[in-house]
């Protein structure tokens, strides 16, 4: 059974940080590219950053030098680190684990509360 566990959301104050993770199970870790999107209440769910084991790393252009996302493929766990957030971050934040041969096999977690808000 896949697992993904999402957590470290929570409120901050605009220009804060938080680190979010996801502890995957039932995965092998390195085939998955991993990634981090968001839905914003009455929006759509978008890419936030999605990494590759050993691979290209990936940005929205609304996040990039203010995000960073990692992997440790010992701990199956992925990272995003967030900073100088905005409240147009304010989100639910999702953990995904995309095969990087299977399409099909895509698996999402239950998101985590992001808000940004003084």
């Known amino acids: 059974q896949v697992q993904l566990v999402e957590s470290g959301g929570g409120l901050v104050q605009p220009g804060g940080s938080l680190r979010l993770s996801c502890a995957a199970s039932?995965?092998?870790?390195?085939?998955?590219?991993m990634g981090w999107y968001r839905q914003a209440p009455g929006k759509q769910r978008e890419l936030v950053a999605t990494v590759t084991s050993g691979g290209p790393i990936n940005y929205a252009d609304s996040v990039k030098g203010r995000f960073t996302i990692s992997r440790d493929n010992a701990k199956n766990t992925v990272y995003l680190q967030t900073s100088s957030l905005k409240p147009e971050d304010t989100a639910v934040y999702y953990c995904?684990?995309?095969?990087?041969?299977?399409?099909?096999?895509?698996?999402w977690g239950q998101g985590t509360q992001v808000t940004v808000s003084s």
């Open positions: 995904n684990a995309r095969h990087t041969s299977v399409g099909s096999w895509n698996y």
């Open positions: 039932g995965i092998i870790f390195s085939m998955y590219t």
